[in-house]
T-cell receptor, first 115, second 106 residues
Framework: NAGVMQNPRHLVRRRGQEARLRCSPMKGHSHVYWYRQLPEEGLKFMVYLQKENIIDESGMPKERFSAEFPKEGPSILRIQQVVRGDSAAYFC?????????????FGQGTRLTVV | GIQVEQSPPDLILQEGANSTLRCNFSDSVNNLQWFHQNPWGQLINLFYIPSGTKQNGRLSATTVATERYSLLYISSSQTTDSGVYFCAVFLDQFYFGTGTSLTVIP
C-alpha cells in the first residue's frame, strides 16, 4: 500500500475555508475510492471514481463535497466552506480494475482538522 | 448494503498470547480483506482472502465464504500488534466492519 500516495498528510483549515485532498493511485491502477473515518469510528465510503468518471458518489454529502479523477494527475477530494464536523481522516484506495476480485490498497490518509 | 460485524470490539492481551478475531458478513462476497490500522493511523494490508486460508508469519486468516465469516489469528502477540483490525468486504464498494481494538501489554 506504500504505492498509494496521499497529500498532505495533515491539513488544518479554518471554518469556511476550502480543503483539497490529493490521491495518486498505485501505478497501473485506474480506480480510486475515497473513505472518511471520523474519530473512533470505522471507514465510511464516500465516492468511487474511474479516470474522468464518477462511478458511485452515494456516500458523498450533497453539499460542499466534490471529487474528480482527471485523465492526468491525482484524484482530488474538495471540501468547500469546511465546518468542524468535517474534521476526520480521509483515505483513498486504488485498484487496477472494476472487479470484486482484486486487492485494493490504501494510502496513509489525510488528517483534516477544522479550527 | 452489506452488514459487516466484527468481534470482539476490544481486546487486551499479554505479550505472547494468542487471539482470534472474527468478521461476519451478511451477503455473499468475492473479496474480503483484513487491515491493521496502527496507532499512527496508517492502514496496512494484512490479507486479501476471499476464501481459504493464508498465513504470513505470526498472522493467519481463514475465510469460509459459504458461511459468511472470516477469522484472523494472531499468535505470540507483540506490542507492535496493537491497533485496530478491520475487515472489509467488497460488493459495489468496500464495506468496513467497526473494527477490533487490540492492545498488547508487555
Amino acid at each position: 500500500n506504500a504505492g498509494v500516495m496521499q497529500n498532505p498528510r495533515h491539513l488544518v483549515r479554518r471554518r469556511g475555508q476550502e480543503a483539497r485532498l490529493r490521491c495518486s493511485p498505485m501505478k497501473g491502477h485506474s480506480h480510486v475510492y475515497w473513505y472518511r473515518q471520523l474519530p473512533e469510528e470505522g471507514l465510511k465510503f464516500m465516492v468511487y471514481l474511474q479516470k474522468e468518471n464518477i462511478i458511485d458518489e452515494s456516500g458523498m454529502p450533497k453539499e460542499r463535497f466534490s471529487a474528480e479523477f482527471p485523465k492526468e494527475g491525482p484524484s482530488i477530494l474538495r471540501i468547500q466552506q469546511v465546518v468542524r464536523g468535517d474534521s476526520a481522516a480521509y483515505f483513498c484506495a486504488s485498484s487496477p480494475r472494476l472487479s470484486a476480485d482484486t486487492e485494493a490498497f490504501f494510502g496513509q490518509g489525510t488528517r483534516l482538522t477544522v479550527v | 448494503g452489506i452488514q459487516v460485524e466484527q468481534s470482539p470490539p476490544d481486546l487486551i492481551l499479554q505479550e505472547g498470547a494468542n487471539s482470534t478475531l472474527r468478521c461476519n458478513f451478511s451477503d455473499s462476497v468475492n473479496n474480503l480483506q483484513w487491515f491493521h490500522q496502527n496507532p499512527w493511523g496508517q492502514l496496512i494490508n494484512l490479507f486479501y482472502i476471499p476464501s481459504g486460508t493464508k498465513q504470513n508469519g505470526r498472522l493467519s486468516a481463514t475465510t469460509v465464504a459459504t458461511e459468511r465469516y472470516s477469522l484472523l489469528y494472531i499468535s505470540s502477540s507483540q506490542t507492535t500488534d496493537s491497533g485496530v483490525y478491520f475487515c472489509a468486504v467488497f460488493l459495489d464498494q468496500f464495506y468496513f466492519g467497526t473494527g477490533t481494538s487490540l492492545t498488547v501489554i508487555p
